[in-house]
């Protein structure tokens, strides 16, 4: 066996190690992504189009499971309240506990006396849909507004609870962090910077964005180890045959 065969079999072994390696990892970055995913978020469908535009009616949400004491103003929070309905809802945080609410200034929702910024909102609509007297937020309470202000039933239309509206920290379920479905609505939610500057700021994304990164990954490098072996295989015997008809040469001549 000649030197260069010995060669072009050691990459050989070479490369279906590193295939398999390839392989092996890819499976556990795909399966250990959707089992992080699992784990971490739950999902759930949004059956009306109070979050419009950020959420649309019959849209597919990921909501990281989280208790209401993680929760900051600006999130998007899935929350099950008794007088509400009982029934899993989604609303955006506005207020926390100790906050002064009230709408509106120049058409903005304002925060203990400071206008907010609201991108999310629809194009022309502002907060003074909701109409919201000045209002504190009991502690330990959240106050909840849809994006789409001039039809969600929301904090704004139940101030005349005991709460004022609000809802108990324990209410909430999940921070939504990202909308799965449809595909042409994939992607993560932004963290509103018009309450950054306010006592205990926004949230921070949550794993969402790794957990995709590393399904994509774990996808690519199984379906790349598993195409190695054939494609050297194919390009391995190119190779082979223009050897063997220079040594059936040589041998005839040699004869």
């Known amino acids: ?4 065969q010995r060669t072009d079999e050691g990459h050989g072994r070479l490369g279906s190690v ?4 390839a392989v092996a990892l890819g499976c556990v970055l ?3 992504g959707f089992v992080w995913g699992a784990v971490v978020y739950q999902p759930y469908t949004v059956p009306t189009g109070s979050m419009t535009p950020t959420i649309g009616a019959g849209d597919r949400v990921l909501a990281e499971r ?3 004491s993680d929760v ?3 999130d998007v929070v899935v929350f099950r ?3 509400w309905g009982d029934l899993p809802m989604v609303k955006r945080v506005v207020g926390v506990g100790g906050d002064r609410i009230s709408c509106c200034t120049d058409g903005k929702l304002m925060v203990n006396g400071k206008p907010v910024a609201e991108p999310y909102l629809l194009k022309g609509e502002g907060a003074a849909a909701t109409g919201i007297p000045a209002t504190t937020v009991p502690e330990g309470n959240l106050f909840l507004l849809g994006d789409e202000r001039s039809g969600s039933l929301d904090s704004s239309v139940h101030l005349g609870d005991s709460n004022h509206g609000s809802v108990p920290r324990g209410a909430v379920e999940g921070r939504v962090d990202a909308v799965a479905w449809p595909m042409d609505r994939f992607g993560t939610l932004e963290r509103p910077e018009g309450f950054a500057d306010m006592q205990g700021g ?3 994304p949550g794993p969402v964005r790794l957990m995709v990164w590393a399904v994509v990954a774990g996808a690519v490098l199984v379906l ?3 195409a190695y072996g054939p494609v050297a295989k194919r390009f391995g015997r190119g190779r082979e045959r223009p050897s063997g008809r220079e040594d059936s040469g040589a041998t005839a001549h040699a004869g």
Do not use: C, E, P, V
Request: glycine letters at 24%; proline letters at 0%; a positive charge.
């Open 202 to 204: 926004i949230s921070d």
């Open 72 to 74: 900051r103003r600006g």
């Open 81 to 83: 309240q008794a007088s």
């Open 224 to 226: 790349g180890g598993a």
């Open 30 to 32: 795909f399966l250990g």
């Open 1 to 4: 066996m000649s030197r260069t």
């Open 18 to 21: 590193l295939s398999g390696i």
């Open 66 to 68: 989280m208790d209401g």
